[in-house]
């Protein structure tokens, strides 16, 4: 049916993702460096807030689930896309650390216009990884300070990586 997919599509629209074009159709809209970068600073001011947020609210339980996914993040054999879901997962579960509902949807936004940016692909994961522990370590010490500025690192470290591999000059 038609519908469906015309609302999809209106969707897209509304985020800024296709624009409709008249008596042709809809055309995916390319991202400028400059979109990347908007996309980029608000994730890591949003996951540098959780990841404050979360020295001061994170559980036991919670940083031992950490660890687990960290463990499994640097551990061998893993390819690039279950790096990539457990990155997220770790995320994920960091941002939840907040205890924050409104961080953790704007974090959720963010992390779709991420997903549409890189597709599938977890280039932004190479050199990285040792990132997880010093996160973690933040946590377990309840330092805010220490935890936001890792995690905003973490998540410029990944942007510079990502416009070098789009062949954005940065």
């Not at 947020?53 to 551990?75: H, M, P, Q, W, Y």
Request: net charge positive.
């Amino acid at each position: 049916s038609r519908t469906p997919v015309r609302s999809a599509l209106l969707l897209l629209e509304n985020e800024g993702l296709v624009k409709k074009v008249p008596k042709r159709g809809y055309i995916v809209i390319s991202q400028s460096i400059h979109d990347v970068s908007e996309i980029f600073e608000l994730r890591e001011a949003l996951h540098g807030l959780a990841a404050r947020l979360a020295a001061s609210r994170v559980t036991e339980e919670d940083i031992i689930e950490l660890e687990r996914i960290k463990d499994t993040l640097v551990g061998p054999c893993l390819t690039d896309q279950a790096r990539l879901a457990f990155e997220r997962k770790f995320h994920s579960h960091l941002i939840s650390c907040a205890r924050n509902k409104r961080l953790k949807q704007a974090c959720e936004k963010i992390e779709e216009d991420v997903i549409f940016l890189v597709g599938g692909q977890a280039v932004h994961l190479l050199g990285r990884l040792e990132d997880f522990g010093n996160i973690v370590d933040a946590l377990r010490t309840r330092d805010p300070d220490k935890a936001e500025t890792v995690m905003r690192e973490h998540i410029r470290r990944g942007v510079g990586h990502i416009l070098r591999c789009f062949g954005f000059n940065k």
